[in-house]
């Protein structure tokens, strides 16, 4: 039950991601905006969602994760909603930018909710599944949002989206069981010592740094390949030009699973990372170098790769000693700040390269940004946790040292 309320939660908060993508030409024509501005309202968003991953990591220590994950779903469906009424670009983006948040706040807290449902050695697959929920979602808020805002117009295509979040709010608390214990009284100075070893973490700031160009190279794909292809390859119809990133999209969920089997079934972790993140960059490549009948497996490989690289990125920190238990929320949310940060940035630069020197050299651009940083890997423990979770301590007590199954 928990499992399942967490996937379909996943997969609406996806589609809150993607659905305002299927409208934007009738948002700019009936706000009316222009594409910078609508570029504006979409980087609005992916602000609010960095902004407010550290805040939710914060807040899942004081209130725990459960109460975060129900209060960000009505946060992010509140923005959601009333982002259909926006009567010009610049107060849909500032809604965007509370949907974003509410985003930031749901993300972390949701995974570490996985990690106290489901014991070491099984949360894996279901962070896959989780992480191909947003995949299933994404593609339904591309397509579906197209589809519902030109039948409907561009309002109903937010307003499905954004009830579905406060539906998902609503009946939450009773699919998502209790299963912490977290004061209500807890105070500055337990929540800066629970906080500390997080931020001060080689391990994660080295995933997140290494992983930061993976992730601009698999936000880059799917967003500029169909403007690609009409330059590249024009005389594709344009549905053939969108149908490889949603190949893409959709390989994406088997992924997921795969990749958090193999990962609760090797002992370094990194060693997974390493493998599909230099295939990504090879990959991307040579995007600009093949025809049709290399890209169709191109994008194949790309959308595996995908799923293989965020399960295991996302159950890796559960294994670590300074992230798991607690503090995996506050972990991941900080492994995810630098990330959007960092990968919004490469993505803009990408674009600004494909206007001057052309598209050919911004790809290499972005195998580049995704193989270069893989190196740091090296730094991050990447060995099995210990053979079952660690209890969560209550916030008055000593935090005692575990012996690890593994060193590391």
């Known amino acids: ?207 997140s740094l290494s992983t930061s160009g993976l992730w601009a190279a698999f936000f880059i794909v799917p967003q500029y390949f169909v403007a690609f292809a009409s330059q590249a390859h024009s005389a594709w119809p344009i549905a053939l030009a969108a149908a490889l990133p949603t190949v893409m999209i959709i390989l994406e969920v088997p992924g997921g699973p795969v990749g958090g089997w193999l990962g609760e079934r090797t002992g370094e972790m990194k060693g997974l990372l390493l493998l599909w993140g230099a295939t990504t960059g090879v990959a991307v490549f040579f995007i600009p170098l093949v025809s049709i009948l290399g890209l169709v497996p191109l994008f194949v490989l790309l959308g595996f790769a995908d799923g293989v690289v965020f399960a295991v990125l996302y159950l890796l920190p559960s294994y670590l000693p300074e992230s798991r238990g607690e503090t995996l929320a506050l972990g991941l949310a900080f492994l995810n700040s630098i990330q959007i940060f960092l990968g919004s940035g490469l993505a803009i630069a990408f674009g600004y390269l494909a206007g001057t020197i052309g598209y050919t050299g911004a790809w290499w651009f972005a195998a580049a940004v995704a193989l270069g940083p893989l190196p740091l890997l090296a730094w991050v423990s990447g060995r099995r946790g210990p053979t079952r979770a660690p209890a969560v301590l209550p916030p008055s007590a000593p935090r005692a040292v575990r012996a690890p199954n593994r060193p590391g």
Do not use: C, K
Request: aromatic share 14%; no cysteine.
């Open 1 to 207: 039950m928990a499992a399942a309320a967490l996937l379909l939660a996943r997969t609406v908060y996806a589609f809150n991601w993607y659905n305002i993508g299927g409208v934007l030409p009738a948002l700019g024509r009936d706000l009316p905006a222009t594409t910078f501005e609508l570029g504006v309202v979409l980087g609005a968003f992916l602000l609010g969602a960095a902004v407010f991953q550290l805040p939710a990591g914060v807040a899942s220590l004081r209130w725990g994760n459960r109460a975060v994950s129900i209060f960000a779903l009505f946060l992010m469906g509140s923005f959601a909603f009333a982002s259909a009424f926006s009567p010009n670009w610049y107060v849909l983006a500032g809604l965007r930018f509370g949907a974003g948040a509410g985003a930031a706040f749901f993300f972390a807290p949701a995974l570490g909710l996985v990690t106290s449902y489901f014991p070491v050695g099984t949360r894996g697959p279901i962070i896959g599944l989780y992480n191909a929920g947003f995949a299933v979602g994404s593609a339904v808020g591309l397509f579906g949002g197209a589809l519902v805002g030109a039948a409907f117009g561009w309002p109903a295509t937010l307003i499905v989206g954004g009830a579905g979040l406060l539906a998902m709010a609503v009946v939450a608390p009773f699919a998502l069981p209790r299963t912490e214990a977290v004061s209500e009284h807890r105070g500055l100075r337990p929540l800066w010592d629970a906080a500390t070893p997080v931020l001060r973490s080689r391990s994660i700031w080295a995933l």
